[in-house]
């Protein structure tokens, strides 16, 4: 009997160190609930409301500075005023008051949405309020924002804002379309930063590299 209890205990031997070695080297992650969005906030700590409107304005003092706001781009044809600018200091006029339109109800972080001028306007320019990226600019070798868009269409221009790692907001250019697939783009994808150039002697907002500038969006 005691030969056999013996011979029980070898066999059942190797299965406990398994069954220890797998249970403390081979734990199973089980899936973690994603976070919770966060919302982009206003210069008074409110969350941004799509039906609210808002200037666009960039951290810092003098020439980094300065309101975005609707202008007429040097050489077009267009009818209505089509450029997207910065004026040239934090001192003076303030800019266009714009609306963000998400693909859902809530303006979150990392999330896709439209921005538009939101001011009164005839049918004729109701398009020209309505940003999207431009073609390439052979002279700065970017693309200009510029207006004459769309809104939640295969052809729309989908920006992001999310978080500076320094103080306030940038906006990112989402560059995937149909609408659709825009919620799969990593965020490697968004490389492109919405920044500015000088064309003709105005800050142009613009596709940049790098050095986007912070901003803030107070309401109006």
């Known amino acids: 009997m005691m030969k056999c ?45 799509p039906n609210s409107s808002y200037r666009i304005i960039s951290i810092g003092r003098g020439a980094l500075g300065g309101d975005v706001y609707l ?51 005839v049918k004729l320019c109701v398009s020209y309020t309505i940003w999207k990226v431009g073609n390439l600019n052979a002279h700065l070798r970017t693309m200009l924002l510029e207006t004459g868009g769309t809104i939640g269409q295969a052809d729309s221009t989908y920006f992001k804002i999310v978080k500076s790692s320094k103080f306030g907001y940038n906006l990112l250019y989402c560059p995937i379309t149909p609408p659709f697939l825009c919620p799969l783009c990593r965020d490697e994808n968004f490389r492109a930063k ?11 907002l613009a596709l940049v590299n790098e050095n986007p500038p912070d901003v803030l969006f107070p309401e109006v």
């Open 5 to 49: 209890l013996f011979l029980l205990c070898l066999c059942l031997l190797p299965i406990v160190v398994f069954s220890s070695t797998f249970t403390s080297q081979n734990l199973i992650d089980l899936p973690s609930e994603s976070p919770l969005p966060k919302p982009v906030l206003d210069t008074n700590g409110k969350e941004l409301n």
């Open 71 to 121: 202008g007429k781009s040097p050489n077009s044809d267009a009818p209505c005023p089509d450029g997207v600018f910065r004026y040239n200091s934090d001192v003076g006029r303030s800019g266009t008051p714009v609306r963000f339109i998400p693909l859902s109800t809530n303006i979150f972080e990392n999330q896709l949405l439209n921005i538009q001028f939101n001011i009164p306007t």
């Open 194 to 204: 919405v920044g500015v150039v000088i064309p003709n002697g105005k800050k142009g």
